[in-house]
């Protein structure tokens, strides 16, 4: 029998909130991309559920979708700013998939980083030292 516990999060304000089985989740990872770092401030860390899964309620229509590039869009609060989402659009390996930041996760998850991606594009300020793989795509 599947074990149906679901994750929950919401943005620093609120007004949007999340969750979603946690079953359905693929391994969390952390991206090191130059669009992810300026998305997120630093390292996008997330972890990516079928999109169809995930349920967001937003009563007052706070999720905002920007197109960061001709392949994917990004999902924030347009109230408090808080980066929420990671959506490709139509490539095979992430078809029906979104990505949710981690952070955005009420504590406890249950979770951890599998593999850190894109790292040919990560930050010159920091190091990755934690002993987890290292991928130069996803």
């Given at each position: 029998m599947r074990n149906m516990e679901n994750l929950t999060g919401q943005c620093l304000c609120g007004a949007i909130k999340f969750s979603c089985p946690k079953?359905?989740?693929?391994?969390?990872?952390?991206?090191?991309?130059?669009?992810?770092?300026?998305w997120s401030g630093h390292v996008w860390a997330?972890?990516?559920?079928?999109?169809?899964?995930?349920?967001?309620?937003?009563?007052?229509?706070?999720?905002?979708?920007?197109?960061a590039s001709d392949y994917a869009r990004?999902?924030?609060?347009?109230?408090?700013?808080?980066s929420l989402f990671w959506q490709a659009?139509?490539?095979?390996k992430h078809k029906d998939r979104i990505a949710i930041a981690l952070g955005a996760l009420d504590a406890p998850?249950?979770?951890?980083?599998?593999?850190?991606?894109?790292?040919?594009?990560?930050?010159?300020?920091?190091?990755?030292a934690d002993g987890l793989p290292q991928k130069d795509k996803f």
């Open positions: 079953d359905d989740l693929k391994p969390a990872d952390a991206c090191h991309c130059s669009q992810c770092r300026r997330s972890v990516n559920a079928p999109y169809s899964a995930v349920m967001i309620a937003d009563e007052k229509g706070a999720l905002k979708w920007h197109r990004r999902g924030f609060c347009g109230n408090c700013g808080s659009d139509g490539l095979d998850t249950g979770l951890a980083l599998t593999e850190h991606i894109f790292i040919t594009d990560k930050g010159d300020y920091y190091c990755i």
